[in-house]
């Protein structure tokens, strides 16, 4: 199954609650019931608003990025 490429802005949004924005869209277009297109456009609709926020406030780091600092050692 050829699989359609996320736009950079898709993955960026994704990427700010998913660990791997590509992982889950192929995942998504494999196995989801309904129309993955639709199922991408409520996820970036319900997102988009937070990732820009965090972009606009300057503190915006993708969810890998903030696995990975909470991750440490516990204290």
Request: charged share 35%.
């Given at each position: 199954?050829?699989?359609r490429?996320?736009?950079e802005e898709e993955k960026n949004v994704l990427g700010y609650i998913?660990?791997?924005p590509d992982e889950w869209w192929i995942h998504c277009e494999e196995n989801f019931k309904?129309?993955?297109e639709k199922a991408l456009e409520v996820k970036l609709a319900k997102w988009k608003p937070d990732?820009?926020?965090?972009v606009t406030a300057g503190n915006y780091k993708n969810r890998a990025e903030r696995d990975a600092e909470n991750s440490g050692p516990p204290t």
């Amino acid at each position: 199954m050829a699989h359609r490429e996320l736009t950079e802005e898709e993955k960026n949004v994704l990427g700010y609650i998913i660990v791997d924005p590509d992982e889950w869209w192929i995942h998504c277009e494999e196995n989801f019931k309904g129309d993955p297109e639709k199922a991408l456009e409520v996820k970036l609709a319900k997102w988009k608003p937070d990732y820009d926020a965090a972009v606009t406030a300057g503190n915006y780091k993708n969810r890998a990025e903030r696995d990975a600092e909470n991750s440490g050692p516990p204290t």
